[in-house]
């Protein structure tokens, strides 16, 4: 970190091993995007086993090997390491990159005025762990056996007797895992320590303050799982027993090579010591990108930012206590069940009092219909049926009936597909003129999200009806049931709502690239915002201003009284 | 990215105190607490739920087959190395380098004799007996715990003698730098210490 | 204006989309049908019958939080549309910068957490207490021992003396003692193995989950019964079925490749017939050499 | 680090006293569990030894005791809470269990 | 393509023939040949019905199976065993054979395994199809082989998979979706072996001149063995017998 390093850079120290939160912003984009591509792509194949249960695949049944699909029908074992790798990829390699890794490492150091994070060289370390986690996933599908198949849970003692694809799941998550942690460091830092003179905690952009929260769930809730994995590696390859009680018979074989005496619920608890905080790092990003869109585009400030910022620091704090409720079915008595269905209950207001401070943001604003604002409103109504559908699932009388069903499945996709994966898209609306000097197309970008929007309500919308049934979730073929031969046209639906959707991101992909190259080139601040990222050039400079900016005043300042513009930025000295 | 252009890694912030690698280190050491927490929660949720007697009772006393002996000297040799840590950041901070250095070699001694202790006398004796991790839930907590107790160890000895060679360079050139790096180096050094003292009664006298 | 037209057009294609998508899917709906033994009750897209005495706490639960949430989000997307609507961006409006001094979103708010208290102390944690603490007594309840494994049900009936027997990891066979019941101890010689569950109707009844591999999960939709089957513990449950008929016990948490397939049928029949089938199902039926070939 | 370099001089004294004190306490929870106290008082012996131990060196030798920077006593506050959670609340599902409810083997 | 039960049948049964191991020629024309006697009470050793009613397809293929653990063929005199694979344990040195070039096959159809018992050669082809309308899971239990463990698609009755296998003492091979399906495979370095059948003899041919241990394995029983001498062209004959203790 030492010496001066005036000098040009040459091309592989600028654009790949880049210390710069930029480039590593991008790099985290791209490289998260088409992880969420993939992703997604892995539920298209999905969707068809659903839809038409051992059915040949028509036109690309057949590239997937004999291992996988022969004949072009796709085999349980290929199925549930879709399902597994799905999950995985789509939270620890699609959305939580893209929300921190991406919009964190780009735009918060803009937004509080730093020339870069604090610690650049751990910046460039995380991505590229974290880009190495990744390739440890993806070559999980090539060992023999397929990649893991034992649910993104991964639940032991199951997870413990499968396949290799396991060990190397695990060996994956320890890298992301470890990202995270270098990055949520480096966050915090930046965040307490490189703000700009006048930059007070409360004058921060709502973004950031997520971004702050986040980080702290990122640091605290991940390094359990990390532990866990270390054990359950232990258990796979040393062939210790945290996991296994003594005594199973797997497949009528005497499981006598192991001493016993753990217990699957350990890994659970630490699973989900984990995996709740992660759902807020999936979630308060996404609402970071909202509500900056939203005061942007209401030309109106945040209503109750306060109390927002309060209600995030309670939700961050309250997501560490909530874990258990996943557990319910777990042979769990009454006095832990109740002590978690009390927290999960309490967790939904400071949730309802977010949702209700944006939508009242809304009234006597001027609402300016763009393509970031309109991703930003549908995050709205759709965020609050996933937030809504969690109430069943959080009492545990309830969720007797619907855990484990599909029910869960629509709730949860609610807050993240069409929750943080429209808040994404809006976040890219938003901040590609920064990133590139050019605008993404309208027209492209209108139709991108009206397809969106209904294809992917109406993926998920059946799935209430499908849970409400009864129907278990992680079935390679619900119609061995009846209750789910019953409601086999809602998975139908849900299936081609999923392909159209694939093909409603059609226009998004033309147009990510086109305008990279061919867009519209903007002013350095197109969307006449108030925050500091739109001081900086776009694209902004290495050290990003070219002259340290000074804040006199709060994130918001929009349609202020008897000012001649509608907005009044945070660096601009005079008063309005 | 140069020391000079990002504010508060040498000096510290006006408002919090701190520069950025000491708030870094401790957050980091957050982490870590989180990371063997979640080993301890399993040692006491494997040892709650083991049976009175049985072959998965939990072992206490003899027949846990561990060397008290060996893990005590362990013990003072670890706080040994934390006070030898610290005086050399004091000399450093005095500017004496000279003294600051032994110091730190002392500290690199003490850590490999404590690994040596650890692999040549402690698994390797355990392994001549045919216990490994497998054997029961106790070694199996046990070699997980003390193993990446180790290896933070081995990590610490690398940064350490890192600064003592290759890292030494810096203190030519910014003496509060190499100065502030020595005391994030000292209180992860410090953690790891925290670590085995909790380490060493609950494996080797409970 | 540009912008209009193309939410214009952009609406004509999302509709005309909309209403060719799910006509296709939906004309293809008669996949064909894996189960061959008739499943009792009429199965929808709605709750699924509930058979059992205890279940309609859950149902009720269920329904009132579905009416509270359908107030809830109807409510606030009214005022959600009125918004977009009233204040959109025109010529000649403009924002305003001072916050609206709302009482009513706090209103809301109490309104919901108080609500929401209502429906964990008042319904969900009674309900949840009969079902984990309410045994019933085992004198007069059918007692079953389930046993998972990939991917099967296996119960395990105790027989005339009420007893179960010995099992132990070492004596399972797959094909002929999937429980590994040794048949040489006293209480086992009368229990009966069999891979259907069958109750009697109106009684109470106890299964003890255990599972011989990994988690699974014992899911009676009709019962509105559902608990993990946990390697290492065991678990009772307990239901009273009411109605007679044939119906489906599925595994509800994922549990190997084949987890779609470890279904069971349950069959809930009158005391007599549940004699005669216990009578029945114990008894082996035999082969000579050549048959079945 | 607002300590000037007399201050840090005068520490040198006290880190001695913290060693030979953690010293003589390493040696007193070795010596305490010769004396087959019942377990649950063995546990607690231990246990506050170690954390009496652990407080001097967080104190001492981390500087906790001259620290003033509320980020790292926040950081410090935040942590020790969620680990008292992660380590208790998982134990509890061997006493809190529904009825009938055992730990056994299946078989 | 519609396959029937009886050619599935037909096709096994050529296989079979086949398949004997006087088709691997190796370079002696000895042979042993024999019976495997069974000597018990065959009425502790019934067959018993098998319930399918988890999986609706297996009933609609099959009415009812019969356990296949033990098959005792009554009718002959005295009583032999079917299922039973005799080979030569020891005798052979360090000789090595050629593999056959013929495959090896296990049919899964009316939710049973089609042979119960199979035994082969190191190297030889062993396909695996699927006769039933429903998925089948084939989970190898060996200790030398991989532990293949994978899905069959329904009516898979053409290619199926194919896997060639180290030599192995017998193993069980499971279905997983099936738990009452299970059969066993036998391999060996050498081609001097065979399965008992409703005869209950064997025939073990093209050895060279020398002293044989003979092993029998049965999956109820265990191990026999007894020692035979064979050289110039001769038929050896000896018997194996079974003599379970209850």
Redesign the interface.
């Known amino acids: 970190m030492s010496g001066d390093h005036h000098h040009e850079p040459g091309f592989i120290r600028k654009y790949v091993f880049s210390v710069d939160h930029k480039v590593i912003g991008v790099q985290y984009g791209v490289t998260a995007l088409c992880f969420l591509f993939l992703g997604f792509s892995l539920m298209m194949l999905m969707r068809w086993q659903l ?3 051992g059915e040949e695949m028509p036109f690309i049944g057949n590239i997937f090997g004999e291992d996988a699909m022969p004949g072009g029908v796709m ?3 290929f199925y ?1 390491s879709l399902g597994a790798m799905h999950g995985t990829i789509m939270i620890f390699l699609g959305v939580v990159p893209l929300l921190v890794g991406a919009f964190g490492n780009y735009v918060m150091p803009l937004q509080i005025g730093a020339p870069d994070m604090a610690f650049p060289k751990l910046n460039m370390a995380s991505y590229w762990v974290y880009l190495l986690g990744g390739i440890v996933m993806l070559c999980s599908f090539f060992v023999p056996g397929g990649a893991a ?3 993104w849970t991964s ?4 997870s413990n ?1 499968a396949t290799t694809g396991q060990t190397w799941w695990l060996f994956g998550m320890v890298c992301l895992i470890t990202s995270s942690l270098l990055g949520s460091v480096n966050f915090i830092v930046t965040i307490i320590q490189l703000r700009v003179e006048g930059l007070t905690m409360f004058r921060l952009p709502y973004f950031v303050w997520a971004q702050l929260i986040t980080s702290f769930l990122l640091l605290l809730a991940f390094p359990p799982l990390e532990a866990a994995g270390v054990l359950q590696l232990m258990d796979r390859l040393a062939g210790t027993s945290f996991f ?9 074989v ?1 499981q006598t090579q192991m001493s016993g005496g ?4 350990l890994w659970q608890h630490l699973f989900w010591f984990l995996a709740h905080p992660e759902v807020y790092v999936l979630i308060l990003p996404a609402m970071g990108i909202v509500a900056e869109i939203i005061a942007n585009n ?4 945040l ?2 930012y306060r109390a927002m910022i309060y209600s995030t620091i309670f939700l961050g704090f309250m997501s560490f206590i909530v874990w258990a409720h996943h557990m319910f ?3 769990m ?2 006095k832990i ?2 002590f978690f ?2 927290t999960t ?1 309490i967790i ?2 400071p949730s ?2 977010i949702l ?1 401070a944006l ?2 943001s ?8 763009t393509v970031p604002m309109l991703f930003a ?1 549908a995050f ?2 759709m965020f ?2 996933g937030g ?2 969690g ?2 699932l959080g ?4 969720d ?6 599909y029910y869960v499945i629509g709730h949860f996709h609610y807050v993240v597909a069409p929750g943080t994966i429209f808040a994404i898209f809006a976040g890219i609306y938003h901040w590609y003129p920064k990133v590139t000097g050019r605008t993404l197309n ?2 492209l970008g ?2 991108h ?3 969106s929007f ?2 992917i309500n ?1 993926v998920f919308m059946p799935m209430f ?1 499908q849970g ?3 129907v ?12 789910g ?6 998975t ?2 849900s ?3 999923a392909w ?1 959707l694939g093909l409603a991101q059609i226009p998004f992909i033309i147009n990510f690239f086109i305008s990279a190259v061919a867009g519209k080139k903007v002013s350095n601040n197109p969307w006449d915002a108030t925050t500091l990222e739109w001081l900086a050039p776009s694209p902004p400079p290495h050290g990003n201003f070219e002259t340290v900016p000074v804040v006199y005043r709060g994130p918001y300042e ?4 008897g000012a001649s513009e ?1 907005f009044h930025p945070q660096h601009v000295t005079t008063e309005a | 990215m140069s020391a000079e252009v990002l504010p508060y890694t040498v000096k510290p912030h006006p408002v919090t105190g701190l520069y950025n690698g000491k708030f870094g280190i401790w957050l980091f050491l957050a982490s870590e607490v989180m990371l063997f927490g979640a080993l301890f929660s399993t040692y006491v949720f494997l040892r709650m739920g083991a049976p009175e007697t049985g072959p998965t009772a939990w072992p206490t006393g003899e027949e846990t087959h561990l060397n008290w002996m060996l893990g005590g000297l362990n013990t003072l040799i670890l706080i040994l190395s934390s006070v030898t840590m610290v005086l050399a950041w004091v000399q450093f901070k005095m500017d004496n380098f000279a003294k600051g250095r032994i110091y730190l070699i002392i500290t690199a001694i003490l850590a490999i004799a404590f690994v040596a202790i650890k692999f040549k006398f402690e698994y390797a004796h355990k392994f001549h007996m045919d216990i490994y991790p497998k054997t029961s839930v106790f070694f199996a907590i046990y070699y997980t715990m003390t193993g990446l107790h180790a290896i933070h160890i081995i990590g610490g000895v690398v940064v350490i003698c890192y600064f003592i060679g290759p890292g030494a360079k810096l203190w030519e050139e910014n003496r509060e730098y190499y100065t502030n790096r020595i005391e994030c180096t000292g209180l992860y050094w410090h953690f790891v210490d925290l670590v085995w003292i909790f380490l060493f009664p609950i494996l080797y006298l409970l | 204006m540009n ?1 209009s037209r ?2 214009g057009i ?2 004509i ?2 509709v005309g ?2 209403l060719i ?2 006509s ?3 004309g ?2 008669d ?7 008739q ?1 009792d ?1 009429d ?6 019958p509930m058979l059992s005495k205890d279940g309609q ?3 009720d ?2 329904i009132i ?2 009416w ?2 359908t107030a ?2 109807v409510g ?2 009214i ?2 549309v009125y ?2 609507f009233r ?4 010529a000649g ?8 001094k ?1 009482k009513a ?1 706090k209103y ?2 109490i309104g ?2 108080a609500f ?2 209502f ?2 102390i008042g ?3 009674p ?3 009969a ?5 019933p007594s085992k004198d007069d309840a059918t007692h079953v021992r389930v ?1 998972a ?4 049900w296996n119960f395990h009936y105790p027989g005339a003396d009420g007893k179960f027997g010995r ?4 004596m ?5 003692n ?1 429980l ?1 019941l040794d048949r040489s101890d006293p209480a086992a010689t009368d229990d009966v193995y ?3 569950l069958h109750l009697p109707v109106n009684k109470p009844v ?1 299964c ?1 989950l ?6 699974h ?1 014992f ?1 009676l ?1 009709v019962m ?5 089957v ?7 449950v307990w239901f009273t079925p009411v109605k007679e008929g044939r119906y ?1 016990v ?12 470890m ?3 349950m069959v809930i029949e009158d005391d007599a017939s549940f004699a005669t089938w216990l009578k029945e199902v114990g008894i ?9 070939d | 680090m607002s300590d000037a370099h007399a201050d840090v001089s005068k520490h040198v004294k006290t880190y001695i006293a913290v060693f030979a004190t953690l010293a003589t306490l390493t040696v007193i929870t070795v010596w305490a569990s010769t004396w087959h106290f019942s377990h649950p008082v063995a546990i607690a012996v231990a246990l506050a030894i170690a954390s009496v131990k652990a407080t001097l060196v967080a104190t001492i030798f981390m500087h906790l005791k001259w620290e003033k920077a509320g980020n790292i006593w926040f950081v410090i506050a935040l942590t020790a809470v969620f680990f008292v959670f992660l380590v208790t609340i998982p134990s509890l599902v061997h006493s809190d ?11 | 393509m519609k396959l029937s039960m009886f050619t599935l049948t037909a096709v096994l049964a050529i296989n079979t023939f086949v398949f004997t191991p006087d088709q691997c020629l190796a370079d002696g024309q000895n042979s042993i040949t024999g019976k495997v006697i069974f000597k018990g009470d065959p009425a502790n050793y ?6 399918t ?5 297996c ?2 293929a ?1 009415k ?4 296949e ?1 033990v ?5 002959t005199d005295p009583m032999t065993l ?1 299922n039973v694979v005799v080979s030569i344990k020891e005798g052979l040195g360090k000789k090595s054979f050629p593999v056959s070039k013929e495959e090896l096959t296990i049919i899964q159809i009316g939710c049973q395994y089609k042979p119960h018992v199979l035994a082969g050669q190191a190297g030889q082809t062993l396909r695996i199809l699927n006769g039933d309308n ?2 089948h ?1 084939i989970h190898f239990l060996p200790k030398v082989n991989d532990e293949h ?1 994978f ?1 069959q698609p329904k009516k898979d009755t053409e290619k199926g998979k194919t896997i060639i296998l180290k030599a192995e003492d017998p193993f069980k091979v ?1 279905c ?2 099936h ?2 399906m ?1 059969c066993f495979v036998a391999i060996f370095e050498h081609p001097f072996f065979d399965v008992t059948s ?1 005869d209950g003899t064997f025939t073990l041919t093209g050895m060279p001149d020398g002293a044989y241990t003979i092993e029998a394995w049965h999956e109820a029983f265990g191990k026999v063995t007894a020692e035979v001498e064979v050289s110039g062209g001769k038929a050896a004959n000896m018997d194996l017998t079974f003599e379970p203790k209850s």
């Not at chain 1, 278990?472 to 209750?483: E, F, I, K, M, P």
């Not at chain 3, 204040?87 to 025109?90: K, W």
């Not at chain 4, 269990?97 to 078989?107: L, N, Q």
């Open positions: 839809a038409y249960p085999l349980p074992e549930n198949n034992s649910g639940y032991p003692p199951l007797i296994m009680p003594e005594g199973l018979v797997v497949s009528g005497v753990g217990s699957p619920l209401t030309r109106k400030p209503w109750g079915m777990t042979g008595g009454t069940s109740a269905a009390t209950m939904s207001i309802v009092v209700t939508v009242i809304l009234y006597q604003g001027a609402i300016r219909f409103l709205l109504p609050a049926i809504l559908t109430l069943p009492l545990p009388a309830s007797i009936h619907l855990h484990d069903t309208n027209a209108y139709m999200f009206f397809l209904v294809f109406m009806w409400m049934a009864g278990s979730r992680r079935l390679y073929d619900q119609t061995v049931y009846a209750h031969d019953a409601v086999q046209s809602l139908i639906m299936s081609w709502g159209m929009y349609s202020v009284p509608d | 912008r193309i939410i952009a609406t294609l999302v989309i909309c998508a799910p296709v899917a939906l293809q709906a996949a064909p049908i894996a189960s061959g033994n499943i009750g199965y929808g897209y709605g709750l699924p706490g859950v149902d639960l269920i939080l579905h509270f949430m809830l989000f606030w997307a005022f959600f918004c977009l204040f959109r961006s025109r409006h403009k924002a305003t910068y001072d916050p609206v709302a979103s809301a708010e919901v957490a929401e208290a429906l964990l319904l969900s944690m309900i949840w207490a079902t984990k603490n309410d045994m046993v494994e990939q991917f099967q099992t132990a990891p070492d399972v066979d797959t094909v002929e999937p590994g069999a891979t259907e106890i003890d255990t599972s011989k591999d990994v988690i999960s899911s939709p509105r019964v559902k608990q993990d946990i390697p290492g513990m065991r678990i009772p489906e599925a595994c509800a948490q994922l549990c190997g490749n084949n987890h779609y397939s279904r069971a049928e082996v039926e035999e082969f000579d050499e050549d048959e079945l | 269990k529904p009825m009938g409810t055992v730990f056994t083997s299946w078989g | 019934k067959r018993t019905k098998i319930n009613t988890k999986d609706p397809n009933k609609k099959k009812t199976i019969g356990s653990k098959i005792v063929n009554k009718k079917r429903t998925n899971n463990n899905t499971k997983d979706v738990p009452w299970n409703k």
